[in-house]
């Protein structure tokens, strides 16, 4: 790993602790950790094949991200999640700044480095903490 790579960086492998016990969701949240990975390999991609690449990358997590969010905030509405309309608004400033990645990258703009952390403090701070409180509301009875 190249030492210009932020401290954020995280094994991209899949753990039972990150389960919220809603096969669906754990499903789309292994991909999206796919995606994370994938993201960091896009920071040494060079050339039209780096760059085709990571207009692919930003547009699979745009279409993984909506169906996503849509399924969760679906389920958590149908269990009476609390906080819903909190734990919505994070999704959707996830698709604004992602929107303004792909925009800019579609301009020849492409900001490797910062789609990679962006992704990473997602997975962290977005899947690992916030979806694992609304585990009570995800869990398939």
């Known amino acids: ?67 996503h969010f849509a399924k969760e905030e679906e389920l958590l509405l149908a269990h009476h999640y609390p906080m819903l309309a909190e734990h919505a608004e994070e999704h959707e ?12 990258a579609l301009e020849g703009k492409q900001d490797r480095l910062g789609v990679f952390r962006f992704l990473s403090e997602w997975w962290i701070h977005h899947i690992l903490v916030s979806d694992l409180d609304c585990k009570p509301y995800l869990v398939e009875s």
């Open 1 to 67: 790993m190249s030492s210009r790579l932020p401290d954020i960086t995280t094994q991209y492998e899949w753990r039972d602790c990150y389960s919220v016990g809603n096969a669906i969701i754990d499903q789309q949240h292994k991909k999206m950790l796919l995606l994370c990975a994938e993201s960091e390999k896009c920071l040494e991609s060079a050339g039209p094949e780096g760059c085709e690449k990571f207009h692919d990358l930003l547009h699979e997590m745009a279409v993984c991200a909506r169906e």
């Open 93 to 104: 400033q996830f698709q604004i700044v992602l929107t303004d990645f792909l925009f800019a």
